[in-house]
């Protein structure tokens, strides 16, 4: 049991859930209820997928991180079609808006996913080709870029000095000057550094092989099959001791809203035992998704939630920033320390 005492609870959402909120955001509503339960809110991106809605994952986290006050907010990006400085100054300014909750969920399409992408967004260029090489050298370049981005500005640049009529010094904005294969950005980013200096980048991954790939991320989400997941945490939690990692749990839509109040504890020690085995090999948390979040959310923020506390996962919020929070160590300026 005190091995899960220390775990986070995660909820992944995608943006069309933003209508099960939409008349519950006051004190004592769904929202507030999950602010309070849930360590971590998880927005995955739809973009250009047939059933998504045209609102992307930043701007409905943004509206959740005004509206909410103790959660962390992770926004998905389709990170190898859109532009890594827009992606860079997107989760800066919501840092800003969560006070230092924020982060990203760095998502990479493939196949059919990415070309119905690139009929959306039209003949541009700076593509990586659909294959697995191209996308992962994009997927690490961008996320050097966005990096590189929020070191731009170094903490104090914004001085707001009156007399002199400077709202920054610029001697403390730096050019990032990057090339890669498919773009160069020069800098600086057009947003001060975030209040986390760099907020926590995110990935999914399905097997150890993923991993190297994905190195460059705090956080890493485990898609791995129940019967794998104890072997693949221990492959890639002693190859990135300093990643954090969270499993992914599906849960069954079946009758959500007819489950009594035990048959949710069933669910919460069934959820518990398999969290004790992974925790001794490295698990940070876990992230819990929905079938049908528009159904499902309720009875899990009412019921299972709290089943989950009691049964031993979870820890109280008590960190004021998400990286805090995550335990990891407090981001320096890579510019600041070289000069």
Avoid: C
């Avoid at 507030?32 to 701007?59: K, M, N, S, T």
């Amino acid at each position: 049991m005190t091995l899960t005492k220390g775990l986070h609870i995660g909820i992944g959402l995608d943006a069309g859930s933003r209508n099960i909120f939409h008349t519950e955001t006051g004190p004592g509503g769904l929202l507030q209820r999950l602010d309070a339960a849930a360590d971590l809110i998880i927005i995955e991106d739809r973009f250009a997928r047939p059933d998504g809605d045209g609102l992307d994952a930043v701007l409905f986290a943004n509206w959740l991180g005004a509206k909410s006050q103790n959660a962390g907010i992770l926004a998905g990006a389709p990170i190898n079609v859109l532009e890594p400085f827009h992606i860079s100054t997107a989760i800066a300014t919501l840092d800003y808006v969560t006070e230092g909750r924020a982060g990203l969920l760095a998502q990479s399409l493939a196949g059919d996913h990415a070309a119905s992408a690139r009929r959306f967004t039209g003949p541009l260029n700076g593509y990586p080709a659909d294959d697995r090489q191209a996308l992962d050298t994009d997927f690490g370049e961008t996320i050097d870029v966005i990096r590189r981005l929020w070191d731009s500005w170094e903490d104090d640049a914004v001085i707001r000095d009156v007399e002199s009529q400077r709202f920054v010094d610029g001697a403390k904005l730096r050019y990032i000057d990057f090339k890669g294969n498919n773009f160069s950005v020069l800098g600086p980013s057009i947003t001060p550094r975030p209040p986390q200096g760099q907020p926590i980048i995110a990935a999914t991954i399905s097997k150890a092989g993923d991993l190297a790939a994905k190195a460059n991320v705090d956080l890493v989400f485990l898609r791995a099959g129940i019967d794998e997941l104890s072997s693949v945490l221990k492959t890639v939690s002693a190859a990135q001791p300093d990643l954090r990692f969270f499993a992914d749990i599906d849960l069954s839509s079946a009758s959500a809203e007819e489950r009594t109040d035990r048959q949710w504890q069933d669910e919460a020690e069934r959820i518990a035992a398999r969290v004790r085995e992974w925790a001794a090999s490295g698990l940070a948390g876990i992230r819990l998704l929905p079938r049908q979040p528009d159904r499902d959310l309720r009875p899990v923020v009412d019921h299972l939630l709290p089943a989950l506390r009691t049964a031993g996962i979870g820890r109280p919020q008590e960190a004021s920033t998400l990286r805090e929070r995550l335990a990891l160590p407090v981001a320096t300026n890579r510019y600041v320390n070289a000069a």
